[in-house]
């Protein structure tokens, strides 16, 4: 056990304020993208104290569980109280069967219960952490975090039908592309808006194309948007359609990239200079910062990816150590942005 009673005081006041030490945490609201190697699990906690679990990655032998456990932890928690599954896919449940070893949750909540039969494996391992404590989720209704407002704009196939607060016309739609539906799983799940003040955080999962132009065109319904966890890991062949990310105007973006899965080489069909993912997120206006989970070893060049210090992993999934990236968010808007690996964080402005 650390003894700090005998340490001068100029040496416990450094400890305190240690990175991810949960005393050094301000009353802000934290958002931590929780490396699970190409999966999602994405963890809100609010001013409050309450938390909020978006996804729990893959199961790979309790990996991920353990990954999002340490997070946890760290974070300062001793419970998750609202875990969101977005949908039945392995990168987004598998972990999850080991995380509820680990870390109790109160609430969980979901999109409904049609399912695929190739896909029964992970809804089991979410029926047998949250059978007894799940909500169903409709497209309009809020989750209740403290402090914080969470508008479901997305759960089995619907979409939320009036616009929220900054949405409207949007004159994109005339000439936008749009794609043909693809398996019900990439539309049915659920797509949600945090707001604090001034910051809009979208995590709209892996929700396809077509129902992405569905939210924007003719009426972007969501408004602009702070930070954008990047469609489909950033493999924006499936997602990520211009028309609905030039109307929401992301401020930041964060890609829960693996090393070789998502973001990383070109739109099929396409000259591959001119379509790489990552110049499409750059090219949306108003984008002042683009944020990895892990280096592309799909396309390792540096038209394809972020500077490196906004990189948290660089290694195959073998050997990677699985730092996070973490927004921290003032009361005004303002945020910062961690990089786990190296502590580099930039500050951006409230817009």
Not at 133 to 152: E, F, M, S, W, Y
Not at 329 to 341: A, L, Q
């Amino acid at each position: 056990m650390l003894k700090i009673t005998s340490r001068p005081i100029w040496f416990v006041t450094l400890f305190l304020l240690l990175p991810g030490h949960p005393r050094a945490q301000s009353r802000t609201l934290d958002i931590y993208w929780i490396d699970v190697e190409g999966g999602a699990a994405t963890l809100v906690v609010s001013p409050s104290g309450e938390s909020l679990l978006y996804d729990a990655g893959w199961e790979v032998d309790g990996r991920d569980g353990k990954r999002i456990a340490a997070v946890v932890q760290q974070a300062g928690l001793k419970k998750i109280d609202y875990f969101v599954l977005s949908h039945f896919h392995a990168d987004h449940a598998g972990g999850l069967q080991e995380l509820a070893k680990l870390v109790p949750i109160d609430r969980c909540f979901d999109r409904g219960d049609f399912i695929e039969p190739a896909n029964q494996k992970w809804r089991d391992i979410y029926l047998n952490a949250c059978a007894a404590k799940r909500t169903i989720l409709k497209a309009g209704d809020t989750i209740p975090l403290k402090g914080v407002q969470i508008d479901v704009v997305a759960s089995n196939g619907q979409l939320v039908t009036k616009p929220l607060p900054g949405g409207g016309p949007n004159p994109l739609c005339a000439s936008a592309e749009n794609k043909p539906p693809e398996g019900p799983e990439n539309q049915f799940m659920v797509g949600a808006l945090f707001t604090y003040g001034r910051f809009r955080f979208l995590d709209l999962a892996d929700l396809d194309w077509e129902k992405e132009m569905e939210l924007a065109c003719p009426v972007n319904r969501l408004g602009p948007v702070t930070i954008w966890q990047a469609g489909r890991h950033g493999a924006l062949d499936g997602a990520g359609a211009p028309g609905l990310l030039h109307a929401i105007k992301p401020q930041v973006v964060i890609v829960n990239n693996g090393p070789r899965k998502g973001l990383g080489g070109a739109s099929a069909g396409s000259p591959k200079a001119l379509t790489r993912h990552y110049q499409r997120i750059a090219a949306t206006p108003g984008i002042e910062g683009i944020w990895q989970g892990h280096l592309s070893l799909l396309e390792k060049d540096k038209a394809s990816n972020t500077t490196e210090d906004m990189i948290a992993n660089f290694e195959e999934s073998a050997d990677c150590k699985g730092h996070w990236i973490r927004a921290s968010v003032k009361p005004d808007g303002s945020f910062i942005v961690t990089n786990g690996r190296n502590g580099f964080a930039r500050t951006y402005a409230a817009r």
